[in-house]
């Protein structure tokens, strides 16, 4: 989706489960675009080859030396997944490969990555599934659709969610008022204002007391109990206190959260290790991090990658 240009959290909105499922799908899929490097422990590390580069408003991706690879010609784009990248050019939506070649025309209103060889994309106001080769092999029949996971993708219909497989089949009904997706064989649901967990039979295996919620990763699981933000554990213990003012869930080891106003990451024993100074801040994926600085959530502002390290790759 067209996530350069917008906050990407507040699970309770139809548009933002798709940050919390690339975090899934880079995590759980196999990964096609990267370089292995010595660091300087001796240990060999596997990075990912191309990041996202921004100049000016302009998107395209650069190596690790900051060298251009694919031009910033783009509205936005996201990480390569599968071999192709999400990208946005005039408005519409479709897919590169690695040597820049719009694989998947830009054809499409909105849409997400691949996963499990499947990518959903919105068209004449539905949403579907195609392949890697462009062809629709899950009608675009929905109100909204998101990538897979644990085999199963969170769809909306008829005004509530349930989960498809990569059939197309509806194996636990769309019977929730919101959903997100599976992890560790559990999902965050939101049944009657409050949030909980299912199983893949669709079980409700955690009890929704929560206020708002995200998957399993790392063991641990965002909630929001009495407006304040923690982790919770897949037995529902709440092992990182509920003390922060925002927050998104864990990834590659570390999340987001806000506190006094302001963005950082903590690690999964809540130690802040990257310092709470960003005016919004991302999931990592595949070693970067999407943040935004001198601005606000989106307005006004922009938007630029960093490390694990806080790295920052941008030039204004």
């Known amino acids: 989706m067209k996530t350069n240009e917008k906050k990407e959290r507040k699970y309770s909105s139809l548009k933002v489960i798709l940050p919390i499922v690339i975090v899934l799908v880079l995590l759980f ?40 690879v694919i031009p910033t010609v783009y509205d936005s784009v996201d990480l ?31 849409g ?29 029949v929905y109100d909204w659709a998101n990538p897979f996971s644990d085999g199963l993708a969170p769809v909306h ?13 509806m194996v636990i009904p769309a019977a929730y ?25 669709g079980k409700m295996v955690i009890p929704a007391v929560y206020d708002d919620g995200g998957p399993f990763i790392d063991g641990l699981a965002l909630v929001v109990l009495d407006g304040k933000w923690g982790f919770v554990d897949t037995k529902g213990n709440m092992v990182i206190p509920a ?5 998104s869930s864990f990834s590659e080891g570390l999340a987001p959260v806000r506190l006094n106003s302001k963005w950082g990451y903590i690690d999964t024993k809540g130690t802040m290790v990257i310092s709470a100074v960003y005016d919004w801040a991302n999931p990592f994926r595949e ?28 030039e204004d």
């Open 243 to 247: 003390v922060y003012d925002d927050g």
């Open 112 to 140: 997400g990555p691949f996963s499990d060889g499947l990518a959903p994309v919105h068209l004449n106001s539905k949403w579907g599934y195609i392949d890697t080769k462009g062809k629709m092999v899950i009608p675009a």
């Open 287 to 314: 070693g970067l991090a999407q943040v935004q600085l001198n601005g606000k959530q989106g307005l006004n502002g922009k938007w630029g990658y960093i490390d694990t390290k806080d790295t920052r790759y941008w």
């Open 80 to 110: 390569f997944i599968e071999g192709l990248a999400f990208v946005v050019l005039d408005g519409k939506c479709g897919f590169v490969d690695t040597k820049g070649k719009m694989v998947i025309p830009a054809v499409y209103d909105d």
């Open 157 to 169: 219909l008829n005004s509530k969610w349930g989960y498809i497989d990569t059939k197309g089949t």
């Open 29 to 68: 899929s196999s990964f096609a675009v990267y370089q292995v490097i010595r660091t300087r422990a001796g240990k060999d590390e596997k990075v990912v080859a191309l990041i996202p580069y921004r100049k000016g408003d302009k998107w395209g991706f650069c190596n690790r030396d900051r060298k251009m």
């Open 177 to 201: 008022d919101n959903v997100l997706p599976f992890s560790d064989g559990l999902a965050p649901v939101h049944l009657n204002s409050k949030w909980g967990f299912v199983d893949t039979k």
